[in-house]
């Protein structure tokens, strides 16, 4: 099969990511037919991407005509069987809960086209696992979006065990195509590329929490003066101080017991304190905004430190042979989170020993040997690997 071949894809799931990935794909013109189990969350998940499509329309940045047109190749049903029995693409969108997804699947598998290519979109599950139920798990592939869908470009597609390449292909053209940039992940490991990154500096700010010595606001002052859009603590509160704990729980389970949350976050989520949903988590949350009081930097801790926790674990990413370049890496970074740059170019300028200094006082200080600097950080090759 080729991307010419693709006349309809199949979303199951009409949620945030769902109706996210329905939105992309009408818009490059593709035929979609958007699935979900109750009439009024397919209801609600199509008034959003209205709703999005009309604000692209009022700032002149799509005409009332291609609305139209994008809205005329949406489909909506409650049907399995109708949404992918003549897709040739299926993209799952469900919560993430290992059982239901291997539930879907399996049904799927059943009625769909037996070329068809299967996608699950989750941001942390096996991707073999999940295939594991499918008839032909070559055809298996794992699609991680980035929320929101209709603004993040990143799309990291995962191989399963026995994914094939062919599958891989197709699903980085249907991404270039429905404009997002595609990195593989070249094995199925827990927080693939992107979130794997991100993962000891999670770990890190559950122990900044628990130690006290450093305040939230502190540290999030001096990343917002240094330009983030969004500050560390800031960005836990908003994403859920319980989707946060839930992530570092897995991390403990997959990675190391020291991803275990800590006390504070605990608590947090035992008290319903949230984060922006709830109104109050590390911060109180007004009109959508965390107050963060500003006036006070960290002097203690700087975003040298969650930098260099950042490059040490793109070092251990490269390592294991999960990206097929050191720019994958960087890309991912870079369109996945946001970021100015991607770890392996922010650290072309740096020194070794600042990095292994601020890694080795980090993982005593908190006592997380996740921490510690690999060997290419403290002999200075991290800057020449994969080059």
Excluded at 78 to 84: G, S, Y
Aim: charged share 25%; proline share 4%; aromatic share 6%.
């Amino acid at each position: 099969m080729n991307i010419n071949d693709v006349k309809k894809i199949a979303v199951l799931g009409s949620g945030a990511m769902g109706h996210g990935i329905a939105q992309v794909c009408i818009q490059a013109g593709m035929a979609v037919v958007m699935r979900d189990i109750k009439q009024e969350f397919i209801d609600n998940g199509v008034a959003k991407i209205k709703e999005s499509l009309d604000f692209l329309v009022s700032k002149g940045k799509m005409s009332a005509d291609d609305l139209n047109k994008a809205m005329s190749l949406l489909k909506t049903t409650l049907d399995t069987k109708e949404a992918v029995a003549d897709a040739q693409v299926v993209i799952e969108a469900v919560p993430e809960i290992m059982d239901l997804k291997k539930t879907v699947f399996k049904e799927v598998s059943d009625v769909c086209k037996e070329d068809a290519i299967l996608a699950t979109n989750t941001s942390t599950m096996s991707i073999s696992e999940i295939g594991s139920v499918v008839k032909n798990p070559a055809r298996f592939v794992g699609l991680h979006f980035f929320n929101p869908v209709n603004r993040m470009k990143l799309v990291e597609v995962i191989y399963g065990d026995k994914t094939s390449d062919a599958t891989a292909d197709l699903m980085c053209e249907i991404s270039k195509k429905i404009d997002k940039i595609p990195i593989k992940v070249l094995k199925d490991r827990p927080g693939f590329i992107v979130n794997r990154i991100s993962a000891p500096n999670q770990a890190l700010l559950s122990a900044i929490l628990d130690e006290g010595k450093t305040k939230p606001q502190e540290l999030d002052a001096t990343m917002k003066k240094m330009g983030a859009k969004m500050a560390p603590f800031e960005t836990a509160d908003f994403v859920g101080l319980d989707v946060f704990c839930h992530t570092l729980d897995y991390y403990a389970k997959t990675l190391s017991p020291q991803y275990k949350p800590g006390k504070y976050l605990s608590d947090k989520v035992a008290k319903k304190e949230l984060g922006m949903k709830s109104g109050k988590g590390i911060y109180e949350w007004k009109d959508g905004k965390a107050v963060i009081d500003i006036s006070k930097t960290s002097e203690d801790l700087t975003p040298i430190h969650l930098l260099a926790v950042q490059i040490n674990e793109a070092v251990k990413v490269w390592k294991e042979g999960l990206a097929k370049s050191i720019q994958d890496i960087d890309d991912g970074v870079k369109f996945g989170m946001n970021a100015f740059a991607g770890p392996f170019t922010l650290a072309a300028g740096m020194q070794p020993q600042q990095l292994a200094d601020a890694l080795n006082m980090l993982a005593t200080r908190f006592k997380l040997d996740i921490l510690k600097p690999e060997p290419e950080i403290v002999d200075g090759s991290f800057k020449t690997i994969g080059r």
